[in-house]
Every structure is written in structure tokens, then in C-alpha cells.
């Protein structure tokens, strides 16, 4: 029996042998392994990349070593390969019977969070290793916005950039904010880089150019046609290897690179606009009867005869017949064109980048015009394995005619004509009296009108913006890279002003003919960089550190003579004026730095994240005792939902970032720690030519700094289609730069010195979902809001700082209002009230009765911007709205009959108190009253709650059967609406609100078509 059983389980045993023998040939006759490698489009390995297949109904893989290796056993038949990495798309390979590599190239998915982004010096990282605060905007998301200055761009699409529009000057100027303001005296300007070169953006207090008479912004000078992103730079972890440049913020451009799939690749772009100013937003100033009326009343009021009125119709001016609108005289409709061409192309070594493009604005304010020609080429060349040059420049060429339009040239009265009786001579005089007890008229120079000054005097300004860098990259071994870097920024500009005998401005009080003026500017910036970088993966720890040195030198000169008396208008160079006349001067400026730097950042399995940074800098601004500076950060992060416990199925991200560290602002005149000395004529000394001390040194001067603490949470829900980000920050400013006087008895002179601290504290929120995404429709929603809020510390001696309306003191915000508060008009008397500083009614203005009003902030409660994107198969939709909510600005326009008989005024005035009992907003309206009720009150405080529609995009791509036949690759048709609707919530119709008060010269409301072919 028991051999029988012995036998039965021999037999079995062999026979199951037999089987698995035969199945495990069949296999191995069957199954095959292949393998390859897994690269991302700049050909870095992907270390970490899955690669999944489905094989009898189970799910089998692997993952790619260190160099992006792989191997995986599958069937002998065909299959499918799934591959897969943290931040690119995922790709499906079908795998035919017989085929064993197969490489792989994962593009970037830059639809969610883990994107990569660039911090500068060559330090690329995965959006889910940064510790830091950064927000990039891509070239698809500003293609639609007006192309005229790359700062306005931004506005409404970066959480806790602000970007305000002044209208002060000749042109529209921006001025740019990141989390606020974090100096008094010095420039809060954020640092701009293009490309790894710090580029010239203006002089130490604003984006204009020192030595010009009309503001124009070099940054208008960028062409963004050329720009790939930006990326706005805000945290400690982010700016502080900028040392004593970052704690304004940074702001990085990097422009378009050549191809290297060997195609060429042409697109060509042409858009066409129209622009008017937007009525609606314009102040609502009085007509002649309105006018009329108001001034006659203010006349009788002061006590004056009517018999006496200077306006009275005569030979030259029919006054009671006129009524001009002084907005159709001095705007009128603007037109843009903007032609651009782009050629791409590379193949394994070599890839180029060429762009050409035009840009012609006609301004809707008249005798404004712009005409920008950019080029930029860019050449990348690999020079045997292991060596690649980069070369890189552009050069814009700008000619803008300008003519400059204030508010006093728009409030002109209505009474006066801009021309002479035959409508077309523009008028140089009026015929009116000056006198309150008689009328005598004679002839008065019309000093405000600027028609002739528009139409007959030079006034153009010439730009030349070069840009460029040369970069040598060498790989000394697997990850490690060392790269010499030499970069530059020329900005050069001259002005040709004249003004002929036919202008007042060429008309001298010696009644000399005609007035020149010529300057010119320049400024060099160049930069070496010398860095090793590095960048592996070992196991689960990723790597990225960088060490380096860099120079900055920045020149700055300007020059200008002027001079009156030409022998005719013909002859307009400063040699030919009377030689007495001539007047000039000249400046110049030398900055140097030299800095050490280096940064790190260790990722550990996707999970935990610490990075550090340091520069140690020295700046030739600065004299001895303080020349060095040391700037460093520390952040963490923890992505929370790659932990093994994490199990909320409905959120796909969960990260949390911290970071500390501080930067600083050494933006301060080059002279200030030296002083100066004035050496001219009037310092003789013994029969010489001597010097006098201009401004006193201060050996200990030093640069700002600036600590930011940031501390930040990143949430993603349904597969990332809802996110979600917000970072609370605190940036604490000591040291601060500020130029007072040292003792009024001794020098009137200010000196630059470091005192007090300030401090915003703020918080930014960010969204972005995908609300609808099936195949034929896709609707996504970016938006973003944030506040800040600044509070000054201390100031030397606690001393406080006051400029009438506004004050720097201790425990308040940045320039706080500092005002009397308006008590309204007494229905009585109709004269003004005031409270005193002690809260008491009082009826005389008092500047010693300003308080501060912290309930009247000047920044808003929150703000920000919202972008919907719709796409219905070739038609796609941008819509973006900018809102702010809160906040309060000073914004007196009224007159209160003051100088009614030189100034227009506005509609409301016509509401005043005329008799006892009225109750009005508006006191008795008398000509040269001496109530002081336009003097500074909270009476024009106006709250800046608003919502803008600021761009509206309509894009259509033609079918592809349609492009075949026209010979092209892709043709995109678009309208563009700019500035289409703006809304404040005590805006009434034909009344006035923030809505018209808060630009002088309007809105500029804009439609365009746009046609882009790709070949």
C-alpha cells in the first residue's frame, strides 16, 4: 500500500514538474524585456519615473534608476506602456510584438502645482520642492494684453503684486509693489532680471529716466513678444540670494529659446487697434451756462460790481458764446499696430531664436506717439559633449513724440477758445480785465492753452535699449555643471526739445525767439556670474545646490544745455542761440559690487524639503565701515499628502512651506556715504574758483534690511482640479534709509542716514479650477486676492515727518492720512466746520487740528484679480476682471469759487448753500474766499472700492483642412477688448466718484483684431 502511494506522489510530482517546466519555456519562448530611458524635453533624466503595464489582469512595473533607466519584463505580444512622473504628462506607448527599447520623452504638465520654476542662477526646481514664494505667469496667459509696457501686464494676475497707473507726467508711469512698501525714503521698486541680467529700469525714485524732461519707462522698451514667463519672486527663500537688491521683490524674465526637433517654426503676428478715452471716467467739469453762472454768483458774493467783470465780449473773445470742451480739444482717438515675426528652428546642436517686431501707438491723447523696432537672437550651441555656448541679445529702438496733458490744461474755463477767430490759428492771448474796482482789459498771454505747443514745438525723446549675454555651460560630470556668465544692459536716450516763436514757451520775458533744449542719458549694467551647479537624484534624495560669484558694475551719466534767441525757427541747435542764454550741466554715477553666493535644497522622497541660501555682498556706495553685507534664508516644506497615512481620497495635495530669512535695498544716491561739494563762481577764495559742501557725508551709512518670515499651504482637491494656496507673511524693515536734516541752526542740508523700522504684515490667497473639462468644452478659473497692511515702528527720536495731507509717525501706516475731519457747512452762515484735534466744533481751518485716521486707510481691505478661460473647440474665451475692496484716497477737485475765474470746476459745486437754511455739502461760493475749505479735510476722501473689466480675448482657430489649403500651419483670429467697464459703488450718472477722479486723464478703452500664422 505504501509503495502504491510512493509511486501515485512520484508520478504526480513529476507530472507537475513536467507542467511548470513546460510553462516556464513557453514563457521565456513568449516574454521579452524591454527597457530604454525616460527624459524630460531638456533631455535630463527622470530618475524616479514609473512605468506601469497591465499583464494577466494584474497591474505590473517599475521604476527608472538614477539615469533615467529602465527595464521591465512583458508578454511577447503587443502592449501597452503607461509612463508617468510627478509634474509631466502622462504618456500611453503602445509596445509592438518583438520590439525591446523603447525611449521616452514626458513634456511638463503645467497644469498643476508641480510644475517647475525657475529662481535664477540656474537653480530649476519642481514647484513641489519649493519652500519658497513664487508665482509664474506664462506667455499664453498676457498674449492678450496691451503690448505698449510689460509692468502693466502684470496688473490683476500676480497675488500680492499691486500696480498703480500715475498720470502725473507725460505718459502713463507704473509703479510696481510686491506685499508693499518696505522703505520711506529709499526706491520700493522690485528688482527686474531678464535672462540673468539686471536690467536699467529707472532712477532711485522712479521708473523714469534721470536728466529727461518727459517720463518714459525703459521698461517700456521690452518687447513681450519675446518673453516665455515671469516669475515674481517674493519670499525670503526666493529673493535673499539677491542680497542687498531683493526685499523689494524680483522680478525674472526668461525669453523664448530656438526648437531642437529640427523643425523651423515661423510665426508671424500682426494686431490692429482703436482706443478712445472712456467718457465715463473723465472728471464732470461745468459747461459755459453752468459756469456762468457759478462765476457771476462767486463775483457778487466777494462783493464786486458786475460792471466790473473781467470776462466781457469784445473785438478778439466772445466769451457768453463760447463753450469749448477742453477734452475734445486735447483727446481724441488713438490707433495701435503691432507687427511681430518670430523664427524658431535647432537640431541636435544648434537651436536659434530670431524675432523681429513693430510697434506704432497713436496715443488718445493728441501729439502722442510711440514707435518701438525690437530684434532679439538667441544662439544655443553644443560644442562636443560636454560644452554649450548660449548667446543671447536683443535691441529696441524707441521714438516717442510727446506731448504732456495735466489737469490744469483740462479745467481750463470753458469761456476761452483755443483758437483765434478764423478756427485755426491756435490762440496765444485773450483780451480780459484783471481789476475788481474797474475794467481794464489788455492783452494776457493764454498760458494754459497747449494747442500751440502741441502743434508747432519739437518735443521727442529717442530710446535705445540693448540687452544681451554670453554663457559658456560645462558639464564637468553627472549633475554638476559650471557656467561663466557675462551679461549687459545699455539704456540710451536723447531728447530734442523746441519751442518756436509762435508758442509761449519760445517766447521768452525777454521776448527772445524760440527755446532749445537738448539731453542725453545713458546707463551701462553689465554682470559676470561664475557658478557651479548641481542637480541628482540619489535613492530618494534629490539634490540642487548652487555656488557662485558675481560683479555688477552700473555707469550712469546725463548731460543737457538749453538756450534761447534762434535767428529763426529753422535753426534749432543750442550753438545758434544768443551765447548769454545758454545754460547746462551734467551728472554721473559709479556703482560697483562684488558678491559670494551659494544655495542648496534637499528633497527627501517627495515628502520633506529644506533649503537654505547666502550671499555676502559688498557695494562701492557704501564706504568702509559698512561696504559688506551677509543675507540668508532657511526654508521647509512638507508635502503631507505623499505620507503613507494619508488617506483623503478627495484631496490629491496637501503641502505646507515655511521659510525666514532677509535681504535688503541699497538703492541710494552713489554720493551719500561720501557727500559732495558745489564747486561754481560764486566760491572764490583768494581770487580762485573754490568748493563748498553740498551735502555731508555719512561714513556709517548702510543699506536697508529687511527680515520676511512666509509661511505657506497648498491644497489640491479632485484629481487637482480645484486648488487652492494661501501664504501669510510679516517682512520687517530696519535700518530704514531716510534723508533729513541733522539740525536745522547748523545746515539746511539733509543727510542719508539709517533709522526706525517698519513692518507689513499681509495675507494672498490663490484659486484655480477646472470647472467644466469634457471634450469639446473646458472652462478654467484662476483668481487671486491679498492684503497688506504697513505700520511704521520707529523713526529717529520718534520725530515724525509731515507732508500737509499725509504723515510718517510712529505706530501708523506708510504716508497715513493726517487731515483735519470735515464738520460740513453751517445751514446758517454757509460756512465751513471743522472738529478740532480735541473733537470740539470749530469754524477756522487750523493745520495744528490734523489727526490721524487709521479708519480711512489708503491700502485696501483686499484685492486682487480673476481670470475665466472657456474653450468650445476652435473657439476660446478670456475674460479678466480686477476688483479692490476698501482703502481710501485724497482727491480734492473743488474750488468753492476760490479761483472760479481762472479754473473750471466741477459739477457739484452747483449744489451749494445760497441762503440760510439750506443744508448743502458745499459752503457759500465766493471768489477769493478765505475760508480754507479746500484746505485738507476728510471732506475729499473718497473710498477706492472698484471693479474693473479689464480684458476680454475672443480667439478662433481656423479648421486645419482650411489651414492646409492656405499653405499654413495654424491660423488664430482673435478681438481683443481692453479696459471695457470700470465701476466704483458711488458712481452716479453725471455726477462725480472715485470713478472720475482717480486718473487724470481717464481710462483708455481699447478694441483689437489679432491674426497669428504659424508656418
Not at 298 to 309: L, R, S
Not at 382 to 401: E, H, P, R, W
Request: net charge neutral.
Amino acid at each position: 500500500m505504501t509503495n502504491k502511494l510512493s509511486q501515485c506522489l512520484s508520478g504526480f510530482l513529476c507530472i507537475a514538474i513536467g507542467i511548470l517546466l513546460s510553462q516556464t519555456v513557453m514563457f521565456a519562448q513568449q516574454s521579452r524585456t524591454v527597457s530604454g530611458t525616460i527624459t524630460d524635453t531638456a533631455k535630463e533624466p527622470l530618475a524616479g519615473a514609473a512605468v506601469t503595464t497591465v499583464v494577466n489582469g494584474r497591474t505590473k512595473g517599475t521604476i527608472a534608476d538614477s539615469e533615467g533607466r529602465y527595464s521591465i519584463e512583458v508578454p511577447g505580444k503587443e502592449v501597452l506602456l503607461e509612463f508617468s512622473f510627478l509634474g509631466m504628462k502622462t504618456q500611453k506607448v503602445s509596445v509592438p510584438a518583438g520590439t525591446k527599447v523603447i525611449n521616452v520623452v514626458l513634456e511638463s504638465d503645467n497644469s498643476i502645482e508641480e510644475a517647475v520654476i525657475s529662481t535664477g542662477y540656474g537653480v530649476v526646481q519642481k514647484r513641489l520642492d519649493m519652500t519658497g514664494s513664487a508665482y509664474q505667469v506664462t506667455s499664453e496667459e498676457i498674449k492678450s494684453l496691451p503690448k505698449a509696457n510689460v509692468a502693466n501686464m502684470l496688473d490683476g494676475l500676480v497675488p500680492g503684486l499691486t500696480v498703480s497707473t500715475s498720470q502725473t507726467g507725460s505718459r502713463d508711469t507704473y509703479s510696481l509693489r510686491i506685499r508693499g512698501d518696505a522703505s520711506l525714503s529709499a526706491n520700493c521698486e522690485p528688482l527686474w532680471i531678464v535672462d540673468d541680467v539686471p536690467i536699467f529700469t529707472g532712477n532711485l525714485t522712479s521708473n523714469s529716466i534721470t536728466g529727461m524732461s518727459y517720463n518714459v519707462s525703459p521698461i517700456s522698451y521690452l518687447n513681450p513678444e519675446d518673453i516665455e514667463s515671469i516669475t515674481v519672486l517674493k519670499d525670503a527663500s526666493a529673493v535673499s540670494i539677491y542680497g542687498a537688491d531683493g526685499a523689494n521683490g524680483v522680478i525674472l524674465i526668461k525669453t523664448k529659446k530656438g526648437s531642437d526637433n529640427g523643425k523651423v517654426e515661423v510665426q508671424a503676428s500682426i494686431k490692429q487697434g482703436i482706443s478712445q478715452i472712456d467718457r465715463t471716467t473723465l472728471l464732470r467739469l461745468c459747461n459755459t451756462e453752468q459756469w456762468w453762472t457759478l462765476a457771476t454768483e462767486a463775483w457778487t458774493n466777494a462783493g464786486y460790481d458786475m460792471a466790473n467783470f473781467p470776462y466781457q465780449d469784445n473785438e478778439f473773445n466772445s466769451y457768453s458764446t463760447t463753450d469749448t470742451d477742453w477734452y475734445d480739444v486735447y483727446y481724441g482717438t488713438g490707433y495701435d499696430t503691432d507687427i511681430s515675426i518670430s523664427v524658431r528652428s535647432g537640431k541636435d546642436k544648434s537651436s536659434n531664436y530670431l524675432s523681429f517686431s513693430f510697434l506704432n501707438n497713436k496715443s488718445t491723447v493728441k501729439g502722442n506717439t510711440t514707435r518701438r523696432f525690437s530684434i532679439r537672437d538667441r544662439i544655443t550651441y553644443q560644442i562636443g559633449k560636454k560644452l554649450k555656448a548660449d548667446l543671447n541679445m536683443s535691441i529696441s529702438y524707441n521714438v516717442n513724440d510727446i506731448f504732456s496733458v495735466g489737469k490744469s490744461y483740462t479745467t481750463v474755463i470753458p469761456i476761452f477758445s483755443p483758437y483765434d477767430e478764423d478756427g485755426v490759428t491756435p490762440r496765444l492771448y485773450n483780451y480780459y480785465s484783471r481789476e475788481t474796482d474797474s475794467y481794464n482789459p489788455v492783452q494776457r498771454k493764454f498760458i494754459y492753452n497747449q494747442v500751440p505747443e502741441r502743434e508747432f514745438s519739437d518735443n521727442t525723446q529717442y530710446g535705445l535699449g540693448i540687452n544681451g549675454s554670453a554663457n559658456l555651460e560645462y558639464e564637468i560630470c553627472k549633475g554638476l555643471k559650471a557656467t561663466a556668465m557675462f551679461g549687459m544692459d545699455n539704456s540710451i536716450a536723447a531728447e530734442l526739445l523746441y519751442s518756436p516763436s509762435n508758442t509761449l514757451d519760445g517766447i521768452t520775458s525777454y521776448e527772445l525767439n524760440g527755446y532749445s533744449r537738448r539731453g542725453a542719458a545713458t546707463t551701462m549694467k553689465w554682470n559676470n556670474i561664475d557658478r557651479l551647479n548641481f542637480n541628482r537624484q540619489f535613492g530618494k534624495f534629490r539634490i540642487n545646490a548652487m555656488l557662485g560669484v558675481e560683479l555688477t558694475s552700473n555707469v550712469s551719466r546725463n548731460v543737457y544745455s538749453y538756450g534761447y534767441g534762434f535767428p529763426n525757427d529753422n535753426i534749432k541747435e543750442i550753438a545758434y542761440a544768443i551765447s548769454s542764454t545758454v545754460k547746462g550741466s551734467s551728472s554721473a554715477s559709479n556703482n560697483r559690487t562684488l558678491s559670494y553666493l551659494g544655495s542648496a535644497s534637499v528633497a527627501f522622497d517627495n515628502k520633506y524639503i529644506l533649503s537654505a541660501s547666502y550671499r555676502r555682498q559688498g557695494n562701492s556706495a557704501f564706504s568702509t565701515y559698512q561696504q559688506w553685507g551677509d543675507f540668508a534664508s532657511v526654508g521647509l516644506s512638507w508635502n503631507v499628502d505623499r505620507e503613507a497615512f494619508w488617506k483623503v481620497p478627495f484631496m490629491d495635495r496637501f503641502k505646507i512651506k515655511v521659510s525666514y530669512g532677509n535681504s535688503g535695498n541699497s538703492r541710494v544716491n552713489t554720493s551719500a556715504a561720501y557727500g559732495t561739494y558745489t564747486v561754481s563762481s560764486s566760491d572764490y577764495y583768494g581770487g580762485l574758483m573754490g568748493a563748498s559742501q553740498a551735502s555731508a557725508p555719512n561714513p556709517g551709512l548702510s543699506w536697508e534690511k529687511t527680515d520676511i518670515f512666509n509661511l505657506g499651504l497648498d491644497l489640491g482637491f479632485f484629481d487637482n482640479r480645484l486648488g487652492l494656496s494661501f501664504e501669510g507673511y510679516d517682512k520687517y524693515t530696519h535700518d530704514m534709509l531716510y534723508s533729513g536734516r541733522v539740525s536745522s541752526i547748523i545746515d539746511n542740508s539733509t543727510v542719508t542716514r539709517n533709522v526706525g523700522s517698519m513692518e507689513n504684515i499681509g495675507f494672498e490667497a490663490t484659486l484655480s479650477a477646472n470647472i467644466i473639462r469634457r471634450d469639446n468644452f473646458d472652462w478654467t478659473v484662476q483668481m487671486n486676492g491679498f492684503f497688506n497692511r504697513n505700520k511704521i515702528l520707529e523713526l529717529y527720536q520718534d520725530m515724525h515727518t509731515g507732508f500737509f495731507d499725509y504723515v510718517w509717525v510712529k505706530g501708523a501706516s506708510k504716508n497715513a492720512w493726517w487731515l483735519s475731519r470735515w464738520a460740513g457747512v453751517d445751514p446758517t452762515t454757509g460756512m465751513p466746520m471743522w472738529y478740532t484735534a480735541n473733537g470740539d466744533l470749530t469754524y477756522s481751518f487750523s493745520y495744528d487740528n490734523r489727526v490721524l485716521l487709521p479708519e480711512y486707510d489708503k491700502q485696501p481691505d483686499f484685492e486682487g484679480g480673476l481670470v475665466n478661460n472657456m474653450k468650445w473647440g476652435p473657439v476660446s474665451l478670456r475674460v479678466q476682471i480686477n476688483y479692490g475692496f476698501g482703502g481710501w484716497e485724497y482727491l480734492n477737485n473743488s474750488g468753492d469759487g476760490y479761483d472760479i475765474l481762472d479754473n473750471n470746476t466741477i459739477v457739484e459745486e452747483l449744489d451749494h448753500w445760497r441762503e440760510p437754511g439750506d443744508v448743502s455739502s458745499n459752503p457759500k461760493f465766493v471768489y477769493k474766499n478765505s475760508s480754507s475749505s479746500t484746505l485738507g479735510s476728510t471732506r475729499f476722501l473718497h473710498s477706492k472700492t472698484h471693479i474693473q473689466l479689464k480684458n476680454v480675448a475672443l480667439y478662433y482657430n481656423l479648421p486645419k483642412s482650411v489651414s492646409k489649403f492656405l499653405g499654413v500651419g495654424n491660423v488664430e483670429l482673435s478681438l481683443i477688448g481692453d479696459n471695457l467697464y470700470f465701476w466704483s459703488p458711488e458712481q452716479k450718472k453725471g455726477k462725480n466718484s472715485y470713478k472720475t477722479m482717480a486718473y487724470t486723464r481717464g481710462i483708455t478703452r481699447g478694441v483689437s483684431g489679432q491674426i497669428i500664422i504659424n508656418f
